[in-house]
């Protein structure tokens, strides 16, 4: 088999990956214009940088660095409490710009994502240079945040792409000028190609992603393995990836886990911890029509070892109410008197969909649809009042301590309304950058 290098124009495929630089931070700055151009940091809840803005990484500040280091590497730096809450509705609007593009988009992760814009340049009257660039400065424009494009003819080149000129680039790969574009970049950059892959490469002399491309078909079939000769074909401009819609459906498992700080060894606070987790984890699968059948609960200790239990449900459920009992067993077989504990999660599993729920031999129907009807009541509370206006008992530690302690780390969204808010009402989207006071 021979390979060709072809024109853009004339590929079955043109695939744009957008991806948000500096997320988190990004988000924080579009929400404070005072903070635009200055050195942010977030996780002033957990003690370390969750994320860092190019600011403060031009300052040597990353990922995972203790906020205590942060001051002395960049006195100046600004750090706030990481607002998840907030940050989902930037990402829930992120993609919502994408769709109305095209109606093919991959949310690849909460920031970034995959977006088919095959066959759209006569419905929209531009070239796929220009539906990319309209794109980006849409985003950029009603989020106040920036995001780096990449174009090309395969999922792999255009990931490839959107690192090449970041903060806030473009960077076009056409088929033809691919190994060219790629003949410096080493090839641990390629998405898919892991430290030791990298290293064998490189012990077959292949230091660079276009050394990579250039192996003769013949000689990367007799080294390699089906999912890097995929990549390979990937890189050369033939489609092997495929970018998928996700849908509800696809959710094999829910999962909740939340880092708390301090950490604590007092039995009501890990408690409050894991129920709320749960709580969390239901409203997922309630969200998304989905009943669980199998439950992991796990505890992780200070020094990061991790200890969990699975158990089967009687009955497949989205109602902690249900679960709580199973949960408290399983708590108090994991739970160990005098051990510092960080974090605790949730698993649900087996799910299915909630089209018909079957009560179990020993329980009355009158009781399960009660259940039903509770919970309803609660979800749609929480749509008027916000998010755990009804919560479990069991959970109020949880929820009284959230964000607090000597930090003062109270995310931004938790102590302030946004403009068109009230107490009682929240937005379903921020209020963004040039209208926030």
């Known amino acids: 088999m021979t390979w060709t290098q072809v024109k853009m124009h004339s590929l079955p495929h043109a695939i744009l990956h957008i991806d948000a630089d500096a997320f988190f931070a990004s988000c924080e700055q579009a929400l404070h214009p005072e903070y635009k151009g200055k050195p942010v940091v977030t996780g002033k809840e957990r003690g370390i940088v969750s994320a860092a803005s190019y600011e403060a990484k031009a300052k040597g500040i990353s990922r995972g660095v203790p906020l205590r280091d942060v001051k002395k590497i960049c006195p100046e730096a600004i750090i706030v409490a990481s607002d998840y809450e907030t940050y989902g509705l930037f990402s829930k609007r992120l993609f919502a710009i994408m769709k109305r593009f095209s ?18 340049r006569k419905p929209l009257g531009m070239s796929y240079q220009d539906i990319a660039r309209t794109m ?7 989020l106040g945040i920036t995001v780096s494009v990449g174009l090309a003819a395969t999922k792999s080149l255009a990931k490839i792409a959107s690192k090449m000129n970041k903060p806030s680039g473009f960077t076009y790969i056409p088929n033809r000028k691919a190994a060219e574009m790629l003949s410096v970049m080493p090839i641990d950059n390629v998405w898919g190609v892991g430290p030791n892959t990298a290293a064998y490469m490189r012990q077959m002399g ?9 192996m003769p078909w013949e000689i990367v079939q007799q080294n390699f393995t089906k999912p890097h000769q995929q990549i390979w074909h990937e890189l050369n401009g033939f489609k092997v990836y495929k970018v998928i819609k996700e849908e509800k459906q696809r959710y094999m498992s829910i999962s909740k886990t939340r880092t708390f700080t301090p950490a604590s060894k007092k039995k009501n606070i890990v408690l409050g911890q894991l129920l709320k987790n749960l709580e969390n984890a239901c409203i997922k699968a309630r ?13 992780k200790t200070q020094d990061f ?4 239990l699975d158990v089967c449900l009687t009955r497949a459920s ?14 108090a077989q994991l739970f160990e008197k005098g051990v510092m504990y960080r974090a605790t999660g949730v698993v649900l599993a087996d799910l299915q969909e909630d089209m018909c729920v079957q009560a179990d031999m020993f329980e009355s129907p009158v009781a399960l649809m009660k259940m039903q009807r509770v919970y309803e009541a609660v979800d749609k509370v929480a749509k008027q009042f916000g998010k755990h206006a009804l919560h479990l008992a069991g ?4 929820h009284a301590s959230q964000h607090s302690g000597s930090r003062g780390n109270i995310a931004y969204r938790k102590r302030h309304l946004l403009p068109g808010e009230t107490k009682r009402r929240r937005l379903a989207v921020p209020v963004l950058a040039g209208v926030v006071k």
């Open 305 to 308: 070892g991790v200890q969990a």
């Open 395 to 398: 959970a109020l530690p949880a």
């Open 136 to 142: 980006k400065a849409t985003i950029e424009q009603e």
């Open 103 to 120: 109606n093919i988009v991959e949310e690849y992760g909460i920031d970034e994502g995959f977006i088919d814009i095959t066959g759209l």
């Open 206 to 214: 292949i230091e660079t992603v276009s050394a990579f491309m250039n």
């Open 287 to 299: 969200r998304h029509g989905l009943l669980a059948r199998k439950m992991t609960v796990f505890l």
């Open 318 to 331: 989205a109602y902690p109410n249900d679960m709580t009992p199973l949960v408290k067993d399983i708590f």
